[in-house]
């Protein structure tokens, strides 16, 4: 598309000529827009000199809009509209600072949200992320004073304003060292007899060793050699450190899994009825949540 700029009139002119087409007076838009009378005047002549049109038809009380001018009037007011428009939501983007209340467990923003974040920080600037920490909720309800939560619960929690992010899948891992050093036969009965890392309090809602045995038709036999820990953030640490064998959600480590820095010593079990979901709170007022929903549903990987 080609464009005769030397055609375009400047912001100024269109501003002058559309005050004193509304007001039908030179005298009238000078005084709103604190400049003379002659500065208009002035302005609406060069105008209709660059559109080789008569404007406006000049009276003794003030100025009539020609048929030529009311088209332009037209045009002029819907390109103004669109400056004024644009302007406004460049200075908002820029100049609005909107404070998103994020809830999240200590393991999805080591794991996943924390090394991704970046991202949605960079295309939303104006969205600053306030990151709150809650290892044990597991449903939603009304005014809990979040904008937006990630937690871990059954399937049947999805509905319009929960989204369900991926299915619970979990599998035994353990350093390669530990791997070479410990584990000379890898059958599951030797595995559950090597040193192991667990929670010093598993939550019920959460699948531990019990269940997961249970899962792969093994009977839950598990030794005294317990590395006993906080939260599951340290089970992986130790794990990488030659502590022992670690039940982990398979998200945890998947890096840590591709650089070898950990072994996967079964098949990763996937929990049907269990997943992690993200929910929005007022989602039809805070457009500023839903921004960071949309983005967290297409970051999610294809399993």
């Given at each position: 598309m080609s464009i005769n700029r030397k055609m375009i009139p400047t912001t100024g002119c269109l501003i002058m000529f559309e005050s004193a087409a509304r007001l039908g007076s030179f005298a009238s838009a000078s005084e709103e827009l604190f400049i003379s009378t002659a500065a208009v005047s002035k302005q609406v002549k060069q105008l209709e000199d660059l559109l080789q049109v008569k404007l406006f038809?000049?009276?003794?009380?003030?100025?009539?809009?020609?048929?030529?001018?009311?088209?332009?009037?037209?045009?002029?007011?819907?390109?103004?509209?669109?400056?004024?428009?644009?302007?406004?939501?460049?200075?908002?983007?820029?100049?609005?600072?909107v404070v998103l209340n994020v809830e999240v467990g200590l393991c999805f923003l080591h794991f996943w949200l924390l090394p991704k974040l970046d991202d949605f920080r960079h295309h939303h600037p104006h969205i600053q992320i306030n990151l709150i920490v809650n290892n044990e909720r597991s449903q939603v309800v009304d005014d809990e004073g979040f904008d937006v939560a990630f937690f871990y619960s059954n399937v049947g929690t999805s509905n319009r304003d929960n989204y369900l992010l991926f299915h619970d899948?979990?599998?035994?891992?353990?350093?390669?060292?530990?791997?070479?050093?410990?584990?000379?036969?890898?059958?599951?009965?030797?595995?559950?007899?090597?040193?192991?890392?667990?929670?010093?309090?598993?939550?019920?809602?959460?699948?531990?060793?019990?269940?997961?045995?249970?899962?792969?038709?093994?009977?839950?036999?598990?030794?005294?050699?317990?590395?006993?820990?906080?939260?599951?953030?340290?089970?992986?640490?130790?794990?990488?450190?030659?502590g022992g064998v670690a039940l982990v959600t398979e998200w945890h480590v998947k890096d840590a899994l591709k650089s070898g820095q950990l072994v996967a010593l079964t098949p990763t079990v996937e929990y049907e009825d269990k997943a992690y979901f993200i929910s929005i709170e007022n989602p039809s007022e805070n457009e500023a949540a839903r921004l960071l929903v949309d983005w967290v549903t297409s970051q999610i990987e294809p399993v």
């Open positions: 038809n000049r009276t003794r009380t003030g100025v009539i809009v020609t048929k030529e001018g009311e088209e332009y009037l037209a045009v002029t007011r819907q390109a103004l509209d669109i400056l004024d428009k644009g302007s406004k939501k460049i200075s908002n983007e820029e100049s609005s600072t899948r979990v599998l035994l891992v353990a350093s390669p060292n530990f791997v070479e050093t410990r584990l000379i036969n890898k059958d599951m009965r030797s595995i559950l007899q090597q040193w192991k890392i667990m929670l010093k309090e598993e939550l019920p809602m959460w699948e531990g060793w019990e269940s997961f045995c249970c899962r792969l038709g093994i009977k839950y036999d598990i030794s005294d050699n317990i590395l006993f820990v906080e939260d599951q953030v340290a089970v992986i640490q130790a794990a990488l450190n030659d």
